[in-house]
């Protein structure tokens, strides 16, 4: 018997990186070996040295296939074994392994917003919806759209074994979210990528389009973004450390550094409105979602626990998010002795 191993990368598509999949026939009991594509038709190759090497990372269940069925997730190599310059997987990993004994997690939500045809699904065509309010959490055929695609897609994450800790509906019409994680920082972009790959292709299968596009809709609606939780073991033991980390993120030129790299268009979704705080502004609070990062009040009261950066987009690279956070994070606490 043979099966199917459906590969999937990121291509080098710029400001916003694509997921590119290829299907391998292998023989029963064969691991997915490393293989190749043509870069030269996914923007990271030119034509006359267009060979680029996929090499497997992360292996799951393929949920839509069955049976014996895989889905591998790969980095893109050059033919020398050198990562490519789109693959910021590679750049994670030494900061990953640098910083491993602090034990960071993270919680991705992930927001994304269905589209049918040029609307959001649930815009009726030549108008507006009612003005947010009832959609976020909301029931019912007047305020919910896509739960189907959305319910079968959570189905799949978790036939696959992804770490996807939770879903629900958004602030605006065909809005939806995500959670993956608890999990370290690479296991939970890996994860995030592939739930991704999973969202697109359960939307196909219904002509619906999911967007990771910071702004959807222009006007009075919340963006999409992609709020980060992130923890230490000292943060998950004590409060001082949780300071520690918000005013480390608040220092010099970490804050223009970490939005430089938070998912394209993000001046459009963090106005200071909507549940944001400023692009150009750093600041954090106590329960505060008008801030760049919130303390929980629950991790207030218990003087542990986690925090949460809401600025990254929707269309974030998770590999980039998670190693800005840990340098940046873990750097300050092993500096102050937190560790």
Sequence with gaps: MSYKAEYIWIDGTEPTALLRSKTKILADGAEPPVWGFDGSSTNQAEGHASDRVLRPVFTCPDPIRGGANVLVLAEVEETNGDPHVSNTRALLRPIAERYAEQDSWFGIEQEYTFFKGSRPLGFPEGGFPAPQGPYYCGVGADTVFGREIVELH???CLAAGLKVSGINAEVMPGQWEFQIGPAGPLEVADHLWIARWLLYRTAEEVGVEATLDAKPARGDWNGAGAHTNF????????????????????????????????????????????????????????????????????????????IEDRRPNANIDPYVVTRLLVNTCCSALEKAGQV
């Design 154 to 156: 959570l189905d799949r």
């Design 231 to 306: 923890s230490t073991r000292a943060m998950r033991e004590g409060y001082d450390a949780i300071i520690t980390a918000c005013e480390a993120l608040g220092e010099g030129d970490k804050p223009a550094e970490h939005i430089a790299q938070y998912g394209a268009g993000i001046e459009g979704r963090l106005t200071g409105a909507h549940e944001t705080a400023p692009w150009n502004k750093y600041s954090y609070g106590v329960s505060d979602r008008g801030a760049s990062v919130r303390i929980p009040w629950q991790v207030e009261v218990d003087k542990k626990g986690y």
